[in-house]
């Protein structure tokens, strides 16, 4: 008896550790190939319900986990680029999406799982093009489903004549109103604590094709998984804004709602299904077959069907019926979780984009840290505007606007900071080459637009120095000063319009431009000078108008350099002559 257990056990955890490793290989194969397009389909959520639902869908077929969109959508709500009806509209779809992988488990192709899997591996291997290795991926992900399935029914298969473990399972057995819950309860608990309703369906699939288990337990079981698998979401939500707790909220009353329901009419929802389901493909009878095992190979993919069968119909049905409850679900959990006082006021800096949930989906996150960089780039054109009014101004110094500047000089650090750990964290997961080389170049473009930051402060502490010993600029001077920091701001505008689109063929456009601005720094440092030898100017003049053209033209040194990570064939931007610029005397 040992022998044998060991023999079952070796043979299910190992189907189960296979079909596991097949889905993350055909999710991680399908992110890559799907590329750009799942940050522009979750970019085209709007209040619309049924594209919500669209973009729900079309996200997990890709991702292939319910769980791990909805744990990306409360992501996104608590980064605040999605309200809570989008966020809802797509865990709606994720219930429907999450059907759709177990239909490849229907194809009657599972006995050429081990060749699938063989095939794809050459490809995955010895691929010269990093496409060809992803598509190996993919399909060797995709054999590995039907090899781990075979592995588990052939494990259960001593199980259906064995009397201890079929009085064991008798407990839950779904004939009666109380062993149908019993089942559901067993699946919601078992989804709970592995964390993966795919693999407690695979399970009940493999135990319904050795014919361990009836169909209507194993309908009880799949539906209980249903409710377990929201565990994975509300434990997401540990440390995160409380709407995005009520998008876990959402998503356990979608499938609670839809379970309860059908509870109280099991019995006809049971049959229904069976009846339904044998209109469409007939159970196989042994008779028809050479030997058993051909037999109870096609009784397994019957079940397989079946099964997925269930589960498409409860989440498309569920789905259906509450998408007109949308908006009272919305706000039922929003009455359920209300939003606090301490949410309303923010404390340093805190990023919009960035959400530790989004890293495994590494292409969403990439997309998500270059926003975050962007971002950093709207805060130096704010400080920029802010230091026009403060340079402009001949009166009293704005020490509030004064304050503005230094205090965003600080976020602007701890932006950095936090855009570049994020982007390790990213780094640390297996990208494919186009994504690792635009972290890196992230990397660099958070890092230069911190620099930025620091030398817009530099100029203000420059300038300050003026008013400190009671003095000002000439009018020639600061008009000189305000059209270098004007022409600045234009580059920063176009700086960022460039990280935008992400076209390499702008930076030509941004080197003539920087080559502009510099020519009109030298000039201005020249004018200065010839008016110094005619003039009596001050020293502290002569010193912070010197620091300020050296700050600015530090400024545009960085944003060239922000736009040169675009193309890494772009040579380094020349340090220029004023690097290490002499102070002249008074």
């Given amino acids: 008896m040992e022998f044998h257990f060991f023999s079952l056990l070796q043979s299910v955890l190992g189907g189960l550790g296979v079909f596991l490793l097949g889905m993350r290989f055909l999710s991680d194969g399908l992110q890559t190939l799907a590329g750009e397009r799942l940050n522009r389909w979750i970019s085209a959520v709007t209040d619309n319900r049924f594209l919500s639902i669209l973009v729900g869908i079309l996200v997990t077929c890709v991702i292939q986990s319910s769980s791990a969109t909805t744990v990306m959508v409360i992501g996104f709500v608590n980064s605040g680029l999605m309200t809570l009806m989008q966020g809802i509209g797509i865990v709606f779809g994720a219930n429907i999406g999450t ?55 052939d494990g259960f298969s001593p199980l259906r004549n064995n009397a201890e473990v079929l009085h064991a399972l008798s407990v839950i057995r779904a004939d009666t109103t109380i062993g149908f819950i019993k089942a559901i309860l067993t699946g919601a608990l078992i989804t709970g604590i592995i964390q993966s309703s795919a693999a407690v369906i695979v399970i009940v699939m493999g135990l319904a094709g050795a014919q361990v288990i009836d169909f209507p337990t194993s309908v009880g079981i799949v539906l209980g998984s249903n409710i377990g698998t929201t565990v994975t979401a509300i434990l997401a939500c540990i440390g995160t804004s409380r709407n995005a707790f009520r998008v876990a909220l959402a ?3 979608f499938n609670l709602i839809g379970v309860v329901a059908i509870v109280f009419f099991w019995r006809p929802f049971v049959d229904g299904c069976d009846q339904l389901i044998k209109s469409i ?37 569920t789905t259906a019926i509450l998408i ?41 996150a990439i997309g998500q840290s270059q926003k975050e960089i962007l971002r950093m780039g709207e805060t130096c054109l704010s400080m920029l505007k802010d230091l026009r009014q403060l340079l402009a101004t001949k009166g ?19 932006a950095q900071k936090t855009i570049s750990e994020y982007i390790g964290k990213v780094l640390l997961e297996t990208l494919p080459q186009k994504l690792s080389v635009l972290a890196r170049r992230q990397l660099r473009q958070a890092d230069e637009f911190e620099s930025v930051s620091d030398y817009i ?8 120095k003026i008013r400190d010993a009671d003095e000002n600029l000439s009018d020639v001077a600061r ?5 270098l920091l004007d022409r600045i701001h234009d580059f920063l505008v176009n700086v960022i319009d460039y990280l935008t689109i992400g076209d390499a063929a702008n930076v030509d456009a941004a080197q003539k431009e920087s080559d ?71």
């Fill in 99 to 153: 059907t759709l992988s177990l239909w490849l488990l229907t194809l009657d192709v599972s006995k050429y799982g081990e060749l699938l899997v063989g095939a794809s591996v050459f490809l995955y291997l010895f691929g010269h093009k990093e496409r060809w290795h992803y598509i190996g991926m993919l399909f060797m992900g995709l054999g590995m489903l039907f090899f781990g399935l075979k592995l588990m029914s």
């Fill in 251 to 253: 998503h356990s009353f």
């Fill in 281 to 317: 493909r007939a159970v196989p009878l042994e008779d028809n077959f050479a030997s058993s095992q051909d037999f109870h190979n096609a009784l397994s993919l019957w079940y397989v069907f079946a099964i997925s069968c269930v589960h498409t119909l409860f989440n498309v049905a």
């Fill in 324 to 364: 007109p409850f949308m908006g009272m679900i919305a706000k039922a959990v929003t009455c359920l979780v209300p939003l606090q006082g301490t949410e309303l006021r923010e404390k340093g800096y805190k990023p919009k984009f960035l959400d530790p949930l989004l890293i495994p989906q590494s292409s969403i």
């Fill in 396 to 414: 009293e110094l704005d020490y509030d606007l004064e304050e503005e500047v230094f205090k965003a000089e600080e976020q602007m650090d701890l």
């Fill in 457 to 464: 402060r530099n100029a203000l502490k420059s300038y300050k």
């Fill in 479 to 483: 008009e000189e000063v305000l059209g």
């Fill in 516 to 586: 502009e601005i510099d020519t009109f720094a030298k000039k201005a440092r020249d004018a200065h000078m010839q008016r110094i030898a005619v003039s009596c100017t001050g020293p502290v003049k002569t010193l912070v108008y010197s620091d300020l053209i050296v700050a600015f033209r530090r400024q545009n040194d960085h944003l060239f350099n922000i736009a040169q990570t675009l193309n890494i064939t772009a040579q380094p931007h020349p340090q220029p002559v004023h690097a290490s610029p002499a102070q002249p005397t008074a």
